[in-house]
Nanobody, 116 residues
Framework: QVQVVESGGGLVQPGGSLRLSCVAS????????MAWYRQAPGKERELVGVITSVGSTNYADFVKGRFTISRDNAKSTVSLQMNSLKPEDTAVYYCNTASASERSYWGQGTQVTVSS
């Protein structure tokens, strides 16, 4: 099963940018659609966006036009570029395969806090 380590989170002011990275092991990610998820305090984990094995992307409406997912199969990494951040983007961000469920293995995630 996939194991992931997310990094790159931090505290940023509204309107700022962050770039998150995820290193995956245990699978050859080039064969998988990968995804970023997030979980805000008191809320369920939600899908942020997906990048397919061929590089096509889809995003949740609440991040469309602001976030961009990319992948580097050779380095087994998936990245999330986040621009124009809003306070409501505050959450722990996770990456996983696009088919992951709550019963799947999840990494520790990386905390993103958007606040002035």
């Amino acid at each position: 099963q996939v194991q992931v380590v997310e990094s790159g989170g931090g505290l940023v002011q509204p309107g700022g940018s962050l770039r998150l990275s995820c290193v995956a092991s245990g699978i050859l990610i080039r064969f998988y659609s990968m995804a970023w998820y997030r979980q805000a305090p008191g809320k369920e984990r939600e899908l942020v966006g997906v990048i397919t094995s061929v590089g096509s992307t889809n995003y949740a409406d609440f991040v469309k036009g602001r976030f961009t997912i990319s992948r580097d199969n050779a380095k087994s990494t998936v990245s999330l570029q986040m621009n124009s951040l809003k306070p409501e983007d505050t959450a722990v961000y996770y990456c996983n395969t696009a088919s992951a469920s709550e019963r799947s293995y999840w990494g520790q995630g990386t905390q993103v806090t958007v606040s002035s």
